[in-house]
């Protein structure tokens, strides 16, 4: 029984015991291995920061526990959902999308997730800087059979899974700046950041990127007036399952719509109900280039309508918005 898979069993028995002990020969029984091996699985675990008690001739007992610790803890998280095959955690890395495409190969035809406390080198849109401290940062690398073009829905599709998750846990009314940044009042909590490798007509994979800013409690100066977290918002610290484990469930449900029923229309109505700039004048950003545009709407897959500078109506596939008087300067 390789380590990997022997410790998410061991794991698994201890949460299913939460109420007791549970001897080491009953798990030596139930995974048949040696006392040994399981006397150095608890002592692994122990090292990860499991609070596990031992007691003589009662065996071993998980006290209350909602962190996410190891890869061990979130495969056990990630079992119920069959686009997500394997999960890596950290508790700092330099970045779960990189991460994700050095493991690209090694993992080939699997999907795969990497979670993560801190990155050293997050990454936002175009090559920017993304401070990652105190938050939930998570990577999904998928391998849809979809048209490059479509690749875009992720976006959409991990946005309204965002903004269902903090309609769940908190009171916080969050929007959406199309394409990638979740908002509240005006200040940045979430982005997401997509990226593709594929060829013509064909998509090899796509990694979704989403850094949630949960627990900070301040950002340095540049970020001061155009970021914010949950923290900051509600005055509470958030374990990060709090937040993934709602997340998986509701992100899962609308990967498999898309993919397995071509469904998406849900999710972009959502990012519609939710949008921080329909109906609002707004710069479009392209590279050097600014222009003026009311947004009217959201088309059917989720590109931008909007009224442009010769009053005409015309639909924007890909920029970034700035929201003209709300946050003149954020990007």
Not at 80 to 87: A, L, S
Not at 91 to 102: E, G, M, Y
Not at 131 to 144: A, V
């Amino acid at each position: 029984m390789r380590g990997g898979f022997l410790k998410k069993e061991v794991l698994r028995l201890l949460k299913e015991n939460k109420e007791g002990y549970i001897s080491g020969g009953e798990m030596c029984k139930t995974l048949k291995v040696s006392r040994t091996a399981i006397w150095k699985v608890i002592n692994k675990l122990r090292e990860e920061g499991y609070p596990i008690e031992s007691v003589p001739s009662k065996g071993y007992q998980l006290i209350e526990d909602h962190h996410l610790r190891s890869n061990a803890g979130l495969n056990i998280l990630l079992e119920p959902y069959t686009y997500f095959d394997e999960g890596y955690f950290y508790a700092s890395i330099d970045s779960t999308n990189d991460l994700l495409k050095r493991k690209s190969k090694d993992n080939y035809g699997k999907n795969i997730v990497a979670i993560s406390k801190h990155q050293s080198k997050g990454k936002g849109r175009l090559g920017r800087t993304w401070e990652s401290n105190e938050g939930l940062y998570m990577s999904y690398l998928l391998r849809p059979d979809i048209m490059p073009m479509e690749a875009s829905l992720f976006t959409q599709i991990a946005a309204a899974a965002i903004v269902e998750t903090f309609n769940e846990i908190s009171d916080l009314e969050v929007q959406i700046k199309w394409p990638n940044d979740i908002v509240f009042k005006g200040k940045k909590i979430c982005g997401i950041l997509t990226e593709l490798n594929a060829e013509l007509n064909k998509v090899h994979y796509l990694i979704i990127g989403i850094g949630i800013n949960l627990n900070q409690e301040f950002f340095n100066e540049d970020l001061h007036d155009i970021a914010t977290s949950y923290k900051i918002e509600t005055g509470k610290k958030i374990k990060i399952t709090e937040f993934l484990e709602p997340f998986l469930n509701k992100f899962h449900f609308r990967v498999k719509k898309f993919l397995e029923e071509k469904s998406y229309k849900e999710a972009i109505e959502i990012c519609r109900k939710h949008s921080a700039i329909i109906g609002k004048t707004v710069n479009i950003i392209n590279g050097e280039d600014t222009r003026v545009c009311k947004v009217v709407d959201l088309t059917a897959d989720g590109q931008l309508r909007v009224i442009n500078e010769k009053n005409k109506e015309e639909v924007i596939f890909f920029g970034e918005v700035s929201i003209r008087g709300i946050d003149k300067n954020y990007i």
